[in-house]
């Protein structure tokens, strides 16, 4: 089973502000990366709205990754059931999802 947040970490990431230093050579590279993907864009963004959508979208294929691992791990473990059991197992998860 994975994790759940602690409190302390979900009450810093409700207000959390980032401030990034970058070095010279950072510097170009983000610039690059930011001209690369403006051209692709109508309206083009910021480096901070860049940064933020990069971050997230990391966050939020990790998000996907560890849904994944769980709900394959419920599936190995429900092939171990009787067929019974499995529907029954089934039955209980629909009607979480479906009250």
Request: charged share 20%; net charge negative.
């Amino acid at each position: 089973m994975q994790e759940e947040p602690s409190e302390n970490l979900l009450s810093l990431l409700n207000f959390m502000n980032i401030s990034i230093t970058l070095d010279t050579e950072q510097t170009a590279a983000l610039d690059e990366l930011l001209a690369d993907y403006n051209a692709t864009l109508v309206t083009p963004v910021t480096a901070e709205d860049y940064l933020q959508a990069v971050l997230i979208g990391a966050v939020n294929d990790k998000v996907a990754q560890r849904f994944e691992a769980t709900a394959s791990s419920l599936v190995e473990a429900a092939r171990q059931l009787s067929y019974e059991d499995r529907l029954a197992l089934i039955a209980q998860v629909e009607a979480a999802v479906n009250p």
